[in-house]
């Protein structure tokens, strides 16, 4: 059985940094991809970050050059680094992960966080 547990939310102001960081356990072996979503009240669940097993990376065109995801897949972990936080960034945090190939949206996503909760101040 599968789980990911993240860690690292939390209130900070605009423009300050927090680091997300998601542990997999179970039957990890078969992950090609993990990733960050998120999701605002009222929104739908939206991709942040999400990388491949292997190293390819995708980010949502209002995080890219403020937010950066890494995973060691040695450890079986995957995190996200932050910066430049905007009150648009509030939201739940999911980590993900998927198996086999194709999309990295949501609804293509087989394993999920419970979520940690990301609140910005402005």
């Known amino acids: 059985q599968v789980q990911l547990v993240e860690s690292g939310g939390g209130l900070v102001q605009a423009g300050g940094s927090l680091r997300l960081s998601c542990a997999a356990s179970?039957?990890?072996?078969?992950?090609?991809?993990m990733g960050w979503y998120r999701q605002a009240p009222g929104k739908q669940r939206e991709l942040v970050a999400a990388?491949?097993?292997?190293?390819?990376?995708k980010y949502a065109d209002s995080v890219k050059g403020r937010f950066t995801i890494s995973i060691d897949n040695a450890e079986n972990t995957v995190s996200l680094q932050m910066n430049s936080l905007k009150p648009e960034d509030t939201a739940v945090y999911y980590c993900?992960?998927?198996?086999?190939?194709?999309?990295?949206?949501?609804?293509?996503?087989?394993?999920w966080g419970k979520g940690t909760l990301v609140t910005v101040s402005s």
């Open positions: 990388t491949t097993t292997v190293g390819s990376k």
């Open positions: 993900a992960a998927k198996e086999g190939t194709g999309s990295l949206s949501f609804d293509a996503m087989n394993y």
């Open positions: 179970g039957s990890t072996f078969s992950f090609t991809a």
